[in-house]
T-cell receptor, first 115, second 111 residues
Framework: DTEVTQTPKHLVMGMTNKKSLKCEQH?????MYWYKQKAKKPPELMFV???????INESVPSRFSPECPNSSLLNLHLHALQPEDSALYLC??????????????FGPGTRLTVL | SQKIEQNSEALNIQEGKTATLTCNYT??????LQWYRQDPGRGPVFLLL?????KEKRKERLKVTFDTTLKQSLFHITASQPADSATYLC??????????FGAGTRLFVKA
């Protein structure tokens, strides 16, 4: 299974809502990532988990809260978002080390709209 | 500052021709350079990786070159097909978890 799955595919939320994005992989990868991508822009790294521990936080506002419950799952909890947070949120996974150059497997993304 | 530059304008080519996409970077010393394909509204798909000590890598109709002196990578698709139409992203990794992506070049292959 070389697939990363993400749910939901689309999400519309108000600025006072709390919602969560979910990501799952069964490739045995021990690094998992959240990216944010705006239209016609490159994916921007938000968080990296390595062996279920937060390894990188790219100064992301606290209204985004990541969680890695186990080696296969990654969540992104959303609270009090702003309209400018509307974007495609991508999850990715990769092996750790091994000279693979951080080749990442991406999910299809969640299209988030904040009203 | 660190920067990755890809052709910002779309590249239009005729089916059967070779598409050549460029990736230039400044103020990086990447250990790995990767190319990904992204279709509209979808996540990127990994295509090829080339290491800093490699000059060229091939996979089927794809070829990547890496010139660390010029700080440039070229990505070639030979015998292009309409199905190759997509955005192609260049990405740099210095050996850790952080990979920096370029904005991508949109390729249109006309039948």
């Amino acid at each position: 299974d070389t697939e990363v799955t993400q749910t939901p595919k689309h999400l519309v939320m108000g600025m006072t809502n709390k919602k969560s994005l979910k990501c799952e992989q069964h490739m045995g990868h021990r690094a998992m990532y959240w990216y944010k991508q705006k239209a016609k822009k490159p994916p921007e790294l938000m968080f990296v988990y390595s062996y279920e521990k937060l390894s990188i936080n790219e100064s992301v506002p606290s209204r985004f809260s990541p969680e890695c419950p186990n080696s296969s799952l990654l969540n992104l909890h959303l609270h009090a978002l702003q309209p400018e947070d509307s974007a495609l949120y991508l999850c990715a996974s990769s092996q750790v080390g091994g000279g693979r150059g951080n080749e990442q497997f991406f999910g299809p993304g969640t299209r988030l709209t904040v009203l | 500052s660190q920067k990755i530059e890809q052709n910002s304008e779309a590249l239009n080519i005729q089916e059967g021709k070779t598409a050549t996409l460029t990736c230039n970077y400044t103020n990086y010393s990447p250990a790995y350079l990767q190319w990904y394909r992204q279709d509209p509204g979808r996540g990127p798909v990994f295509l090829l990786l080339i290491r800093e000590n490699e000059k060229e890598k091939r996979k089927e109709r794809l070829k990547v070159t890496f010139d660390t002196t010029l700080k440039q990578s070229l990505f070639h698709i030979t015998a292009s097909q309409p199905a190759d139409s997509a955005t192609y992203l260049c990405a740099l990794n210095t050996g850790g978890f952080k990979t920096i992506f370029g904005a991508g070049t949109r390729l249109f292959v006309k039948a």
